[in-house]
Protein backbone atom coordinates (compact mmCIF):
# COMPACT_ATOMS: atom_id res chain seq x y z
CA UNK A 1 0.00 0.00 0.00
CA UNK A 2 1.09 3.57 -0.87
CA UNK A 3 2.17 5.51 2.58
CA UNK A 4 3.28 8.61 0.81
CA UNK A 5 4.05 10.51 -2.44
CA UNK A 6 7.38 12.49 -3.18
CA UNK A 7 8.24 12.09 0.34
CA UNK A 8 4.83 13.37 1.92
CA UNK A 9 2.97 11.53 4.02
CA UNK A 10 -0.61 10.48 3.13
CA UNK A 11 -3.55 10.71 5.71
CA UNK A 12 -6.34 8.55 5.77
CA UNK A 13 -9.97 10.67 4.78
CA UNK A 14 -12.32 8.34 3.48
CA UNK A 15 -11.74 4.43 2.74
CA UNK A 16 -12.68 2.28 -0.06
CA UNK A 17 -15.81 1.05 1.53
CA UNK A 18 -17.26 4.75 2.48
CA UNK A 19 -16.33 6.10 -0.55
CA UNK A 20 -18.39 2.70 -2.30
CA UNK A 21 -21.10 3.55 0.10
CA UNK A 22 -21.91 7.32 -0.65
CA UNK A 23 -21.15 6.63 -4.31
CA UNK A 24 -24.01 4.00 -4.62
CA UNK A 25 -26.35 6.52 -2.49
CA UNK A 26 -25.93 9.00 -5.63
CA UNK A 27 -26.08 6.66 -7.86
CA UNK A 28 -29.69 5.48 -6.43
CA UNK A 29 -30.47 8.78 -5.88
CA UNK A 30 -29.87 10.10 -9.63
CA UNK A 31 -31.97 6.90 -10.71
CA UNK A 32 -34.88 8.59 -8.49
CA UNK A 33 -34.70 11.84 -10.37
CA UNK A 34 -34.36 10.65 -13.87
CA UNK A 35 -36.64 8.08 -13.99
CA UNK A 36 -38.04 7.79 -17.09
CA UNK A 37 -35.40 9.71 -18.97
CA UNK A 38 -32.08 8.90 -20.78
CA UNK A 39 -29.25 11.05 -19.57
CA UNK A 40 -25.78 11.27 -20.54
CA UNK A 41 -22.98 10.94 -18.06
CA UNK A 42 -20.11 13.67 -18.65
CA UNK A 43 -16.67 12.52 -17.46
CA UNK A 44 -14.32 15.10 -16.67
CA UNK A 45 -11.29 13.65 -17.67
CA UNK A 46 -8.55 12.15 -16.09
CA UNK A 47 -9.80 12.78 -12.06
CA UNK A 48 -13.57 11.61 -12.48
CA UNK A 49 -13.05 8.38 -14.58
CA UNK A 50 -12.93 6.30 -11.53
CA UNK A 51 -15.91 8.05 -9.76
CA UNK A 52 -17.72 7.61 -13.11
CA UNK A 53 -17.21 4.10 -13.15
CA UNK A 54 -18.32 2.68 -10.20
CA UNK A 55 -21.15 5.63 -10.12
CA UNK A 56 -22.99 4.80 -13.24
CA UNK A 57 -22.94 0.91 -12.48
CA UNK A 58 -25.36 1.90 -10.02
CA UNK A 59 -28.06 3.93 -12.25
CA UNK A 60 -30.76 1.55 -13.32
CA UNK A 61 -32.00 3.24 -16.30
CA UNK A 62 -30.62 3.59 -20.30
CA UNK A 63 -28.00 6.35 -20.01
CA UNK A 64 -24.98 7.21 -21.93
CA UNK A 65 -21.40 7.91 -21.40
CA UNK A 66 -18.98 10.81 -22.53
CA UNK A 67 -15.91 12.61 -21.75
CA UNK A 68 -14.58 16.12 -21.72
CA UNK A 69 -10.61 16.77 -21.09
CA UNK A 70 -9.49 19.93 -19.76
CA UNK A 71 -5.45 21.24 -20.33
CA UNK A 72 -4.31 20.33 -16.34
CA UNK A 73 -4.24 23.84 -15.88
CA UNK A 74 -2.73 22.78 -11.77
CA UNK A 75 0.56 21.08 -12.99
CA UNK A 76 1.16 20.64 -8.93
CA UNK A 77 -0.90 22.69 -6.57
CA UNK A 78 -1.12 26.01 -8.34
CA UNK A 79 -4.28 27.51 -10.67
CA UNK A 80 -3.46 28.79 -14.24
CA UNK A 81 -4.82 29.12 -17.41
CA UNK A 82 -7.57 26.40 -18.66
CA UNK A 83 -8.01 25.27 -22.17
CA UNK A 84 -10.55 22.35 -23.80
CA UNK A 85 -8.40 19.72 -24.91
CA UNK A 86 -11.42 17.35 -25.82
CA UNK A 87 -15.06 17.48 -26.44
CA UNK A 88 -17.95 15.07 -26.15
CA UNK A 89 -18.87 13.44 -29.26
CA UNK A 90 -22.02 13.27 -28.94
CA UNK A 91 -24.85 16.28 -29.66
CA UNK A 92 -26.29 17.56 -26.31
CA UNK A 93 -29.26 19.66 -27.57
CA UNK A 94 -31.80 18.51 -26.08
CA UNK A 95 -30.74 16.28 -23.46
CA UNK A 96 -30.13 15.74 -19.87
CA UNK A 97 -26.75 16.15 -18.90
CA UNK A 98 -25.17 15.42 -15.47
CA UNK A 99 -21.59 16.67 -15.60
CA UNK A 100 -19.43 14.43 -13.56
CA UNK A 101 -16.13 15.98 -11.58
CA UNK A 102 -13.66 14.58 -8.99
CA UNK A 103 -13.21 18.28 -6.82
CA UNK A 104 -15.43 21.23 -7.11
CA UNK A 105 -12.69 23.55 -5.76
CA UNK A 106 -12.07 27.50 -7.07
CA UNK A 107 -14.97 26.01 -9.48
CA UNK A 108 -13.23 27.83 -12.40
CA UNK A 109 -13.20 24.74 -14.35
CA UNK A 110 -16.82 23.71 -13.76
CA UNK A 111 -17.43 27.10 -14.81
CA UNK A 112 -15.86 27.01 -18.37
CA UNK A 113 -16.84 23.18 -18.94
CA UNK A 114 -20.90 24.55 -17.80
CA UNK A 115 -21.11 27.30 -20.27
CA UNK A 116 -19.90 25.31 -23.22
CA UNK A 117 -22.38 22.49 -22.50
CA UNK A 118 -24.89 25.18 -21.69
CA UNK A 119 -24.38 26.94 -25.13
CA UNK A 120 -25.77 23.57 -26.91
CA UNK A 121 -29.42 23.49 -25.37
CA UNK A 122 -29.33 20.42 -23.38
CA UNK A 123 -33.35 19.84 -21.47
CA UNK A 124 -31.25 19.77 -18.23
CA UNK A 125 -28.21 20.24 -16.83
CA UNK A 126 -27.03 19.08 -13.59
CA UNK A 127 -23.14 18.71 -11.49
CA UNK A 128 -22.33 15.82 -9.75
CA UNK A 129 -18.87 16.37 -7.78
CA UNK A 130 -17.22 13.27 -5.52
CA UNK A 131 -15.93 15.94 -3.42
CA UNK A 132 -16.94 19.74 -2.82
CA UNK A 133 -14.01 22.16 -1.43
CA UNK A 134 -16.73 24.67 -0.77
CA UNK A 135 -14.79 27.06 1.48
CA UNK A 136 -12.26 27.80 -1.80
CA UNK A 137 -14.87 28.46 -4.43
CA UNK A 138 -14.20 31.69 -6.01
CA UNK A 139 -17.01 31.25 -9.04
CA UNK A 140 -20.54 31.44 -8.57
CA UNK A 141 -20.86 27.84 -9.19
CA UNK A 142 -23.19 25.03 -7.32
CA UNK A 143 -23.06 21.22 -7.82
CA UNK A 144 -26.63 18.89 -7.32
CA UNK A 145 -24.88 15.86 -6.35
CA UNK A 146 -21.92 16.11 -4.00
CA UNK A 147 -20.58 12.99 -2.45
CA UNK A 148 -18.34 14.53 0.65
CA UNK A 149 -17.61 18.09 1.11
CA UNK A 150 -14.00 18.95 2.64
CA UNK A 151 -12.29 21.01 4.11
CA UNK A 152 -8.85 23.09 2.91
CA UNK A 153 -6.47 20.44 1.99
CA UNK A 154 -4.65 18.38 -1.08
CA UNK A 155 -6.11 15.21 -1.42
CA UNK A 156 -5.01 12.39 -3.76
CA UNK A 157 -6.24 9.06 -4.96
CA UNK A 158 -9.72 7.20 -6.55
CA UNK A 159 -8.95 8.83 -9.60
CA UNK A 160 -7.39 11.72 -8.27
CA UNK A 161 -3.93 12.65 -9.27
CA UNK A 162 -1.30 14.21 -7.31
CA UNK A 163 1.02 15.61 -10.74
CA UNK A 164 -0.34 12.30 -12.16
CA UNK A 165 0.72 10.04 -9.29
CA UNK A 166 -1.62 8.40 -6.60
CA UNK A 167 -4.84 7.84 -9.17
CA UNK A 168 -4.72 4.25 -8.20
CA UNK A 169 -4.89 4.55 -5.04
CA UNK A 170 -8.54 3.07 -3.95
CA UNK A 171 -8.72 5.07 -0.65
CA UNK A 172 -8.64 9.20 -0.18
CA UNK A 173 -6.12 10.56 1.59
CA UNK A 174 -5.01 14.11 2.06
CA UNK A 175 -1.22 15.69 1.40
CA UNK A 176 0.35 16.31 5.17
P1 LIG B 1 -11.18 24.33 -9.83
O1 LIG B 1 -11.18 24.97 -11.18
O2 LIG B 1 -10.33 25.11 -8.87
O3 LIG B 1 -12.52 24.04 -9.27
O4 LIG B 1 -10.36 23.00 -10.05
C1 LIG B 1 -10.82 21.75 -9.82
C2 LIG B 1 -9.77 20.79 -10.34
O5 LIG B 1 -8.51 21.07 -9.76
C3 LIG B 1 -10.11 19.38 -9.94
O6 LIG B 1 -10.91 18.75 -10.89
C4 LIG B 1 -8.73 18.77 -9.86
O7 LIG B 1 -8.31 18.35 -11.13
C5 LIG B 1 -7.85 19.91 -9.37
N1 LIG B 1 -7.77 19.87 -7.90
C6 LIG B 1 -8.32 20.75 -7.01
N2 LIG B 1 -8.06 20.39 -5.74
C7 LIG B 1 -7.33 19.25 -5.83
C8 LIG B 1 -6.80 18.34 -4.85
O8 LIG B 1 -6.95 18.50 -3.62
N3 LIG B 1 -6.14 17.25 -5.33
C9 LIG B 1 -5.97 17.01 -6.66
N4 LIG B 1 -6.46 17.81 -7.61
C10 LIG B 1 -7.13 18.92 -7.21
MG1 LIG C 1 -10.20 17.36 -12.45
Redesign the pocket.
Known amino acids: MIAEIRGRKLKLLFSSDEILRRVAELGIQITEDYRGKNPILIG?LK??FVFLADLMRHIDLPMEVDFVRIS?Y?SG?E?GD?EFIMDVSTPLGGRHVILV??????????RFICDKILSRGPASFKICTLTD?KE?R?VDIKADYVGFEIEE????GYG???GEEGRNIPEIYVIE
Open positions: VGASKMSIEDILDTGITLKRQGFIVIDW
